[in-house]
């Protein structure tokens, strides 16, 4: 692969509305995917590897449990470097800022805000480090966009809960050591069970053949007639709200992630716009290629600020879930669209991992479906401003 030679569009000194510790934050991000993660990552994805040796350093970078305090291990940080630490992990790749937001938003956050003091100090600092690897399963085989449907289940029996049932497309799941589960009690409510690897009846096979993010490992939790200790029942929150809960965190970050891909394809078709001559002149100054790249900038800095303001309203803690839902759908159709753009402006030097595109064009087509598809936030808007919900 080429030489990381990234820069940072920013038309509209969205800087100036930086802090200096958000603009710490995100230098220390950047260098380190610079150094870390572009050397590796494209034989990383040629070869549907998850790169574990990044782990140390996602979480010297904060990466895990960005927002979380730092009694528990976490970082500390308010949740626009939380944004900004997801946007430069997304600009090296969609899979690696996945395991970051899996970590922090679906595995940390819920033991954070709804589990007891002993299973915060049990298993927080261990997630923050990266000792100890996590991941979610509320999606089921026969329930995706309606995870409400969901059958796994677990009854009480007495000393322990007996889980069963199967979650698919859970990423992290082939070497994770815990998963938060959700799972329905007997009376039909919806709970989050932290499960550990090893616990009997307990298994993880992965999900080969993605052509999408190949660089982040994906697959299944199967629970046949599984113990569960009582004590790994997240008490303080049940409900299809819990689940949906830790999705607005995550979606957030994603929002803020895919400013990042969409970035790293703008700058370097930016580059090879300029230096790739056909006709006599750099191709970067024929009226077509221009106008591809003007609306690349235009849709990449109305993203920076939608991500930017919807981080503001997070700090105060009056972002609603519809909002959060309008920016992730928003800003990863616009990354998706720029990576198709970007890729013809490269013509057949597009197609090959020499260059970024490709790779991101492809990881943003499970981007664009995970965490509620396109469709279902647009129907999340069409709901909060009609008043009327289309799901059914
Ligand atoms: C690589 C990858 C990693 C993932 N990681 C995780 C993870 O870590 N944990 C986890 O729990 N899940 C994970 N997921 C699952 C992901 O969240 C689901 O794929 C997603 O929610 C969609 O569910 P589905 O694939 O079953 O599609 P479906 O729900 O079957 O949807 C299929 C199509 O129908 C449309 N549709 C559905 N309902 C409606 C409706 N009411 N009105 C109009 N259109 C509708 C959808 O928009 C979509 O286009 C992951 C998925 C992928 C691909």
């Not at 994805?45 to 574990?52: G, L, Y």
């Not at 009846?201 to 999900?207: A, K, L, M």
């Not at 928003?330 to 753009?341: G, S, T």
């Amino acid at each position: 692969m080429k030489a990381d030679q990234f820069q940072a569009p920013d038309y509209y000194n969205l800087d100036d509305l930086l802090s200096d510790e958000h603009k710490m934050v995100r230098e220390a991000s950047r260098e380190w995917v610079k150094r870390e993660v572009s050397p590796i990552i494209e034989e990383a994805a040629q070869k549907a590897e998850f790169p574990k040796q990044l782990i140390n350093g996602l979480a010297e970078i904060g990466a895990f449990g960005p927002y979380i305090p730092e009694e528990y291990g976490g970082a500390g940080l308010d949740q626009i470097s939380y944004g900004l630490i997801m946007q430069e992990i997304e600009r090296g790749d969609s899979g690696i800022r996945s395991t970051a937001s899996v970590q922090s938003s679906l595995v940390m956050y819920p033991i954070f805000k709804y589990g007891t003091e002993e299973q915060k100090k049990k298993y927080l600092p261990k997630l923050a480090s990266g000792e100890m690897m996590g991941c979610f399963g509320l999606t089921e085989p026969d329930h995706g966009s309606n995870p409400g449907g969901m059958t796994s289940n677990f009854k009480d029996k007495g000393d322990h809960y007996l889980l069963n049932g199967a979650k698919l497309w859970i990423s992290n799941s082939p070497f994770a050591d815990i998963a938060v589960v959700w799972a329905k009690n007997e009376e039909g409510r919806i709970h989050g069970l932290i499960v550990e690897r090893g616990m009997e009846g307990f298994s993880t096979p992965e999900t080969h053949n993605k052509w999408s993010l190949r660089a982040s490992a994906t697959g299944e939790l199967v629970f046949n007639n599984m113990k569960v200790p009582k004590e790994n029942l997240l008490p303080e929150k049940s409900g299809l709200g819990a689940p949906l809960g830790c999705l607005d965190s995550a979606r957030y970050g994603i929002a803020w992630g895919a400013i990042g891909a969409a970035m790293d394809c703008y700058d370097t078709a930016l580059r090879y716009a300029k230096e790739r001559i056909q006709f006599g002149k750099p191709i970067a100054g024929f009226q077509l290629q221009q106008k591809k790249l003007a609306e690349m900038i235009t849709e990449i800095t109305k993203a920076q600020l939608l991500a930017w303001r919807l981080g503001v309203m997070r700090n105060e803690g009056t972002a609603t879930s519809a909002q959060i839902s309008m920016a992730k759908r928003n800003n990863v159709a616009m990354a998706i669209n720029i990576a198709r753009e970007a890729r013809q402006i490269l013509g057949g030097m597009g197609i090959t991992g020499e260059y970024s595109i490709m790779r991101h064009m492809m990881n943003l087509e499970s981007v664009i479906t995970y965490e509620g598809t396109h469709d279902i936030h647009l129907l999340i808007t069409g709901a909060d401003i009609t008043g009327i919900p289309a799901f059914q």
